[in-house]
């Protein structure tokens, strides 16, 4: 009797041997990716080729020198400075960053964009963040068919209030060595004032 339990417990060791073996070498094997469909294939390939957008954005790639004028509040007498701005092609021209620098209201500045276009949701796409704050604004646009003037909105937490406010920016191109930026946002009264303008000549 003993004999017998101990040959049916060797049995069923070596049964979970050759189990915990087998799911072992299961677990080794790379999953294979799910076959793409061609339309699929077609899609993703749609979805990442640069184009005409792109190559409209590409303007931005460069040396430029900027003027930057500040209203604080209706009916005072703007803030002017100077800077300066670098912009590069990201991977492979599907993306624009600008770095820009000079001094904002006595104090040393930097910004840093990043400008896209979203080929599936067929709209321009920008996010902004600088040394004036902690936060990253996002925001989204639309241009006319010459891509001479752009406009997109977006939003951010206003220092101020403490609460979400929204933005609007205005891009016109004077010709493809200069554009303007020109921004606003609610004024002390709540309804939208130009609070920025900056013009921006490539060097």
């Not at 946002?185 to 013009?199: A, F, Q, R, S, T």
Request: with cysteine; glycine share 12%.
């Amino acid at each position: 009797m003993k004999m017998r339990s101990t040959i049916a417990a060797l049995f069923l060791l070596a049964l979970c041997s050759t189990a915990v073996s087998a799911f072992a070498q299961d677990k080794s094997k790379p999953a294979s990716p799910p076959a793409m469909s061609q339309g699929e294939m077609e899609a993703m390939q749609k979805a990442m080729t640069p184009g005409e957008p792109q190559k409209k954005l590409a303007r931005l790639v460069g040396d430029w020198t900027f003027t930057n004028t500040m209203w604080m509040a209706p009916g005072q007498p703007p803030m002017q400075s100077t800077g300066t701005m670098h912009g590069v092609a990201l991977m492979g021209g599907r993306y624009v960053e600008h770095t820009w620098k000079g001094d904002m209201m006595g104090m040393p500045f930097e910004g840093r964009g990043t400008d896209g276009y979203d080929n599936v949701g067929k709209q321009y796409v920008a996010s902004w963040l600088d040394n004036m704050g902690t936060g990253i604004i996002h925001s989204t646009g639309s241009c006319d068919e010459g891509v001479k003037v752009c406009t997109y909105s977006g939003d951010m937490w206003d220092p101020m209030s403490g609460k979400k406010t929204t933005t609007k920016s205005v891009i016109t191109w004077l010709d493809d060595n200069t554009f303007k930026n020109e921004m606003y946002g609610p004024g002390p009264d709540g309804k939208e004032m130009k609070m920025m303008e900056i013009v921006a000549k490539k060097k």
